[in-house]
């Protein structure tokens, strides 16, 4: 069996990684940004309770370490509870999956049904196939643009690459003259 780090140490690891970031950026590009608060069961049952079905165990888990992060990974934001199932940022994801579905690629892409969005860019929604198979816990993520640009096996190897995603712009940001 393997064995994952914590949600916590994670959680940690993106609050540093992003603090780097937003230091190597000097205000250019990425202001700082860390998560809200932990959330409680009461946030997770009211988001299931909008949502009408529970959320992905991992994503669950992640919301209990941050509920929400705002410029996430430098780009987008991850819902919190409270913005599950309502409000601007979910509205911007549904009007999205609406033109994706209506507009975009079919081929390959699970059963709209089956989704729900847990971090929206300005250009991208990615969303947790609840009618996806099971993969150490976790459901798939997939990052829907005008196709679907990236997919994971869970949250946690979502979160992974976006804890890769945030030392590549880091160094990035390094290397440019200020």
Do not use: K
């Amino acid at each position: 069996m393997t064995t994952h780090p914590r949600w916590d140490v994670l959680m940690g690891e993106m609050i540093l990684r992003r603090n780097a970031l937003a230091e190597a950026s000097a205000g250019r590009v990425f202001g700082p940004s860390i998560p809200g608060p932990r959330a409680t069961e009461s946030d997770i049952a009211g988001a299931e309770s909008r949502l009408g079905h529970p959320l992905d165990a991992h994503h669950a888990a992640l919301l209990r370490e941050g509920n929400g992060y705002v410029d996430v990974f430098g780009f987008g934001d991850l819902l919190s509870t409270d913005d599950l199932g309502q409000g601007d940022r979910w509205a911007q994801a549904q009007e999205f999956l609406l033109n994706f579905y209506e507009f975009g690629p079919l081929d390959g892409c699970p059963p709209r049904e089956g989704l729900y969005p847990f971090h929206v860019g300005d250009e991208d929604v990615y969303v947790i196939d609840m009618g996806g198979a099971l993969t150490g816990g976790g459901h798939p993520v997939l990052r829907l643009a005008d196709q679907i640009v990236d997919q994971w096996p869970n949250a946690y190897e979502y979160w992974l690459a976006g804890l890769t995603t945030v030392d590549r712009f880091t160094a990035r940001m390094a290397a440019e003259p200020r």
